[in-house]
């Protein structure tokens, strides 16, 4: 991703900015210090010669203070989406609120390097659907969305909700008498979510869609997965990546979705056939 945001010259300096080059600093001068660490953890052993900076959501709002400016890069990503609830009343003359519930987009996902200038920076990490961001004073940077919430019953064909940097949900399917519908799988930072599946009247949830990688941490990792859709039986769709990496699966019959876990950005599960709760 580098490539969108620095520019190499013939005289070994590197201008900063995607069109134009705004500021130009010779390499050697690039060494950033960052000091005063609030609510936030300092790691320099993981990946030699850097000290990774993590915020996490149990850590509420962080800072940090620039002394030295240089390059840094950095992985901002949005609150995953809550898996839509899943139904189980009404009856077979009146069913509108069977089914089960899409699972939650992911969260946007933005990795980059940048250009940071002396001063302290405020850390917003995003819940539930929530934006993360870095401010410089009052003025906000860097910005990743939120995932959207999966639809539930009583909508006849409950979709996965879109991911923070808008790839669609995959659609539901409707219930009818003696089928119980399913979830679509929330969309990913990297794709979309696919749609519900029928297979012999086993109503199966979406899978959700992929999710982005990373190694900031020095292990890569996927980010931003949609959440699973919700199923009958044990057919609950399962998170983005093939459900390794954060987003959470959907429930089967009477089985709630999980959630996605803390840091990853992943959409919820969708909840299962029956009265359940999406993660």
Known sequence: NSGE???????????????????????????????????????????????????????????????????????????????????????????????????????????????????????????????????????????????????????????GGNSGNDNKGGIGLGHDQGNFGAGGGGGGAGDNGEDARDSNDNYIGGNGGNGILSNISGSEVYYGGGGGGGGNGNNGGIGGDAGNFGAGRGGGSNVDGSDGSDGSGGGGGGGGFGNTIGG
């Open 5 to 159: 945001f620095l520019k190499q010259f013939e005289n070994k300096s590197i201008g900063f900015g995607v069109i134009d080059p705004i500021d130009q600093k010779d390499i050697d001068d690039l060494t950033i210090r960052v000091s005063d660490i609030n609510n936030g953890t300092s790691d320099t052993t993981t990946t030699s010669g850097y000290n990774i900076i993590t915020f996490n959501n149990n850590n509420n709002n962080g800072s940090f203070t620039v002394e030295s400016p240089g390059l840094i890069e950095y992985l901002v990503v949005g609150g995953g989406g809550d898996g839509g609830d899943g139904g189980g009343g009404g009856n077979f003359i009146n069913n509108q609120f069977r089914g089960s519930g899409g699972g939650g987009g992911g969260g946007e996902v933005i990795n980059k390097f940048g250009y940071f200038k002396s001063g302290t920076y405020t850390v917003t990490v995003g819940t539930q659907a929530s934006e993360s961001k870095i401010k410089e004073g009052q003025y906000t940077i860097i910005n990743a969305r939120g995932g959207k919430f999966g639809n539930y019953p009583p909508a006849f064909k409950p979709s």
